[in-house]
């Protein structure tokens, strides 16, 4: 019935990427800290895991597959690695989260990029930002899933975990609602792929589209709070809410939307996300003004502009969808002279 | 030993895909060839195939997968289903197959994007292309794999299918030097991933990077063929020699390169894609003049000209990796004024 292949191993010359990590401890420290970048490696990897890294040029597979795993002989077959080193160890995640609590002390307001798959994460940190964030929509739009938590909670961590492998700058991903999770399992699913901030709004599209009440969402972002802690990883939580998003008259609701942002404050959120008044200052301003901690606002980054958030008082800007679909500007714009 | 999980279902609204791939019998009629958007359904999938949709609200998952699949009951657990319907009927990918032959003779040149995911293809084929390409190079690096035979072929199958699963146009695949399969095996997993038409490069980077001889690449080119008229699919070769890419002097290696192309024309290639003269007229046109079927060439989309190529007599023009590169470039552009 079975005829999975989760054990995966590559033997080449070993490059300065995972040379690097298996000297930074990303890989089980007993399996080759000493690989240099000129070395022939086999890196054998069992769910996910890299459980066992190999120099030298006189073993057959055979052979490495039974000493890193009692019974893989009996696997199937051996695959190549697959791309890059899998996994990171907590003291990197922790590291990591630290650097993005203080780069949000240190700019105000904190640019986060909002990428969607390696290329585009590359380019962002490639052009010079310090952290990143995904989101869901473009990442399950480069997926060809739906947003909405149309993807898995494994699907969304499997893809983030390559994304987030690939650069060396904390990355924050956009959970949506949570899938489903309790709390402790949500942050150790995120920590265990290396991401050390998330977003989590109140509306919960599994779940036939209900909007969380403002104490559930606060109790579901204080769990996140003390899942983090005793983690001992210090997560960024962005507390997200879409009151604004669902009313006709953003105004009429700006009220309910300070008590729902007051209450994730409470709840030891480390920042507050009311999503779609990116182009209402007043109501950024009054926002801002109703709580103590750094308050996200979307931009268009063809559209808006830095200054004036700054000037609003915004403490951190995200993209979400708008720098995709700026992009898939560009690609018509540049398709339109080859068009048929 | 085994923890893998093929069995996948999900209940929830049909909605429109999911409705339109039942009627098309884009999934096995007796399915559920009556699947309404309205409708609540149930996907099973076992090894990557749709083997079951179910409607209804009255069956316990429990219930649908023993109906589904004989001893599925004991399998670890049921997943969500993952995005679209995967995997298209033979009668689809012959009818891609034969639009993309046609296409070829229709367009002078036929101008294919190279694109590297679901929102790169979208956006192509939105644009109105008629038909794509992906390239393994923008595809490795939307994944972070390496390029050069870096992913396996099933990686690259299982990425490819979702891409062409969401677009409605014939999509033909980059396949670099065939992963070390047989031919028939290549034609196999691509036309099972919906894929109708390919590159076939003569660098065998799994193999160090050895250049494969006139006749051997011929004679791949030729299995390439014979296993596509096997299976009943008249799958588009696009015969690829490398050897200007390798030579210091292209034009001191142009009497090889006729060479290579004529025996890939005489082995059955519907067209030749010489890589590396895109800026070279002389080269362009003498290759296109000793010839009879259509010859490929690489474009940058912003810095090279259409019209040029038609007037040389190009038959078909992809991007290579120079989309991409230039969606790079747009990004970092765009990124600049929030720089931190």
């Given at each position: 019935m079975c005829d999975a292949e989760p054990l995966v191993a590559h033997r080449a010359v070993a490059g300065d990427r995972l040379a690097r990590a298996a000297r930074h401890r990303k890989a089980p420290s007993y399996l080759a800290p000493d690989l240099q970048p000129s070395d022939t490696y086999v890196v054998v990897i069992w769910n996910e895991q890299i459980i066992d890294i190999l120099t030298g040029f006189d073993r057959?597979?055979?052979e490495i597959a039974r000493r890193a795993l009692p019974g893989a002989e009996h696997m199937p077959r051996l695959r190549r690695f697959r791309s890059s080193v899998r996994g990171m160890d907590s003291r990197t995640t922790v590291e990591r989260a630290q650097r993005l609590q203080q780069l949000h002390a240190e700019f105000k307001p904190l640019v986060l990029p909002t990428v969607w798959d390696v290329w585009s994460a590359r380019t962002a940190a490639g052009a010079?930002?310090?952290?990143?964030?995904?989101?869901?929509h473009p990442l399950a739009d480069s997926r060809g899933a739906d947003d909405h938590e149309g993807q898995t909670f494994e699907e969304v961590l499997a893809a983030v975990r390559a994304i987030i492998a690939a650069v060396d700058v904390p990355v924050s991903v956009d959970l949506e609602a949570g899938y489903g999770q309790e709390p402790t399992d949500l942050i150790a699913g995120l920590t265990e792929a290396g991401g050390v901030g998330l977003n989590l709004e109140d509306t919960v599209h599994s779940d036939g589209g209900r909007v969380r009440s403002t104490q559930e969402h606060a109790r579901y972002i204080a769990g996140l709070r003390a899942a983090a802690d005793d983690a001992g990883i210090p997560v960024w939580v962005n507390g997200r809410t879409d009151v604004f998003l669902h009313a006709e008259d953003a105004s009429g609701v700006l009220d309910e939307a300070?008590?729902?942002l007051r209450a994730?404050?409470?709840?030891?959120a480390d920042s507050l996300y009311p999503v779609r008044i990116q182009d209402d200052d007043d109501l950024l301003a009054a926002v801002i003004d109703a709580v103590s901690i750094p308050v996200n606002s979307t931009a268009h980054p063809v559209k808006h502009d830095l200054e004036r958030f700054r000037r609003l008082g915004v403490g951190r800007i995200t993209y979400g969808p708008l720098l995709q679909l700026a992009m898939t500007d560009a690609m018509k714009d540049m398709l339109r002279p080859w068009t048929p």
């Open positions: 057959t597979l055979a010079g930002f310090p952290a990143l964030t995904i989101g869901s300070i008590e729902r994730m404050e409470q709840a030891g």
